[in-house]
């Protein structure tokens, strides 16, 4: 059996990560009270329907005070030997308050309260620290294009028969454009040499042969890389053997086209090679590719 409990902040696109979950062959229901989780587990760990083993759930603030029963329930689940992975989607409070504003639907907290929006997102946000603690996997949601949620969902739960293994994600982005709150380790490549500046090559990304063959003919480059891969090798059995289970790497730029996307993607490559699960993103590579170049 397949147990995948969505939860997070409201307006993180738990219902956009549900809609995902149903495509990839999970029964899915949403807002389960806490206490019937154990009881939801149990039916369909009974059924010999194989499909039908794979499940998922929305548990969130929108169950109310029945919310706090939820660490009581995942102790019972440890109980039964039943495996679950716990998806905690989030997102900054700037975006979350646009997109109440946009839907124009009310927040959880408010609801019989006088709460504005914005306190009421600092409440729940409180409320759900602990809940993020013992997750699994975030995913900062606040700059992701529905495919790239998508995309980084299936890195994550695409293969159960490996669930207890550390998927190493790979995230390249720009600082014109913000840190991602997500990354667990984060590398500065701006100090290598920038391919922005050849105007044969500003029109590529990092994906692309020309622009690794620029960048990595500078004896700076191939040195930081064999450092970085020197440093992995040491730094994921750590991981590894205290039981993290998600491992977020980002490499940053100017503005995310170029050189990150580039050691974004060697990385990938070495990490793979060493047997690792691993997966790539890379957040702002469509923002240099339409319009004005960015300055990558």
Do not use: W
């Not at 495996?83 to 946009?102: G, H, N, S, T």
């Not at 500046?197 to 890389?225: A, W």
């Amino acid at each position: 059996m397949a147990l995948v409990i969505v939860t997070g902040m409201s307006g993180a696109g738990k219902s956009r990560a549900m809609d995902i979950l149903e495509d990839m062959g999970y029964y899915c229901v949403d807002n389960l009270p806490p206490k019937f989780l154990v009881n939801f587990a149990d039916l369909y760990g009974m059924t010999e329907n194989k499909e039908a083993k794979k499940i998922a759930t929305v548990v969130d603030v929108r169950g109310k005070a029945m919310f706090h029963e939820f660490f009581e329930a995942m102790e019972e689940l440890k109980k039964k030997a039943y495996p679950y992975q716990i998806l905690y989607l989030d997102a900054e409070d700037k975006v979350l308050l646009k997109r109440f504003k946009e839907t124009r639907r009310v927040h959880p907290l408010i609801e019989d309260s006088r709460l504005t929006l914005q306190t009421a997102i600092q409440q729940e946000r409180m409320l759900m620290e602990a809940t993020k603690e013992i997750s699994d996997y975030v995913i900062d949601t606040s700059r992701l294009l529905p495919a790239q949620l998508r995309e980084r969902m299936l890195s994550i739960l695409a293969d159960h028969s490996r669930n207890d293994a550390l998927l190493v994600q790979m995230l390249s982005f720009g600082y014109k454009n913000g840190l991602p709150a997500e990354a667990d380790l984060v590398f500065d490549v701006r100090c290598l040499p920038n391919p922005f500046y050849n105007p044969d090559l500003r029109d590529f990304t990092g994906k692309d042969d020309c622009i690794r063959e620029f960048v990595m003919q500078h004896e700076e480059s191939r040195e930081y890389f064999l450092r970085i891969c020197d440093l992995m090798d040491f730094l994921i059995p750590l991981f590894v053997k205290e039981g993290k289970s998600q491992l977020v790497i980002a490499f940053g730029c100017t503005g995310g086209k170029h050189r990150s996307v580039l050691f974004a993607e060697m990385l990938k490559e070495f990490l793979m090679q060493k047997g690792y699960r691993t997966g790539a993103e890379h957040r702002d590579i469509e923002r240099g590719l339409h319009g004005v170049p960015s300055a990558n």
